[in-house]
């Protein structure tokens, strides 16, 4: 399958504007079956704000790519799109389910592991070891930690659609100029679902993603991670996505750290995150998910120029950005918790 400009823009333009038109509709049905999610002990908001828009995602992304692959049928990997996007789909509902009943979180383990083992076994895996055992426990825990990574980032107000909406650009440049025109075509397509999305989820949100589509946008995210190509060695190759995935990987680092740092479970849920910290140092929620942005935007500049330099450029880049993030790190983890 070839591309060009035009064919890219087509597919963020159909996203987004499905986004768009299935939201508001998404958010009437919210409202209709007052389904909300409403404050709580460990939750930032003070009035109920309906959850479900995580099916608005779900369903402009699936319906764009229905409609790319009718107009420019993909000449190969048919099979391994429709198992990723079912997988996607499978972890949405695991994520509705949560949003509406509520989930042990073995439940959504066992599903994301099986994703990620599924992940594995069409092929579409790390590649650093060869055939083997090791590979498929790397893709395991890089398609867990991302899902859940995102899933932890939805935590205040256009922060985890607005980051996936970024990092999903990101891979889209990368995929574009390295001329991965499939993975290219997704990663803008979901860009554009998540800032279709973006558009009512922005403080002051008048409506949630909820479980559904964080996990939805994170487990897409790490596929495509795992898709990127480039003419390079096979370490700086798995290298790019890690850093394009930065913010959610300080934010779920971060709260880890600190949490048994204090003898806390680092899956119950709290206000101790990356964007709860800065809010707590004085900035208004719009400025503090706006300076996640601005990290998100930085760290998908990097990962380009990682794509094109060579090993040892490479790897200083990457140490830059890992003592940059042990210094923030640093400072955000003395800011009070909320929680304590």
């Not at 038109?21 to 049905?29: E, N, Y």
């Not at 790897?315 to 042990?326: D, P, T």
Request: charged share 10%; net charge negative.
């Amino acid at each position: 399958m070839t591309g060009g400009g035009w064919q890219y823009l087509a597919v963020f333009l159909v996203s987004s504007a499905l986004s768009l038109v299935l939201t508001p509709l998404v958010l009437r049905f919210a409202l209709w079956r007052d389904v909300y999610d409403h404050p709580g002990e460990h939750k930032g908001h003070t009035d109920p704000v309906p959850y479900l828009g995580g099916i608005a995602i779900v369903g402009a992304f699936a319906l764009t790519v229905g409609i790319a692959a009718i107009v420019r049928p993909p000449v190969s990997g048919r099979g391994e799109l429709l198992a990723i996007l079912a997988l996607a789909i499978l972890l949405a509902v695991v994520g509705l389910c949560d949003d509406l009943r509520g989930l042990s979180p073995i439940v959504r383990l066992i599903a994301e592991v099986g994703a990620g083992l599924a992940v594995w076994g069409i092929g579409a895996g790390v590649d650093l070891f060869g055939p083997g055992v090791s590979d498929a426990v790397v893709t395991v825990v890089w398609v867990v930690g991302i899902t859940n990574a995102f899933n932890l980032l939805d935590n205040m107000d256009g922060l985890s659609s607005g980051v996936a909406a970024i990092a999903a650009g990101s891979i889209f440049v990368i995929a574009a100029s390295n001329g991965q025109f499939l993975v290219a075509a997704l990663a803008i397509g979901l860009a554009g679902c998540a800032l279709g999305f973006l558009r009512h989820n922005f403080h002051p949100a008048t409506i949630y993603m909820g479980d559904a589509g964080a996990l939805f946008l994170g487990f897409v995210l790490a596929y495509l991670g795992l898709k990127l190509r480039f003419d390079a060695p096979t370490d700086i190759t798995f290298l790019v996505p890690v850093v394009v995935m930065g913010v959610a990987i300080f934010d779920t680092t971060l709260v880890t750290v600190t949490r048994l740092s204090r003898g806390v479970s680092p899956f119950q849920a709290g206000r101790d995150h990356t964007s709860h910290r800065l809010v707590r140092m004085g900035m208004p929620v719009p400025a503090a998910v706006a300076l996640m942005y601005t990290a998100g935007v930085c760290l998908g500049l990097v990962a380009l120029v990682i794509s094109r330099v060579d090993r040892v450029s490479a790897y200083l880049l990457v140490s830059v950005i890992v003592i940059m993030g042990l210094l923030a790190g640093g400072l955000l983890a003395v800011v009070p918790d909320a929680d304590d």
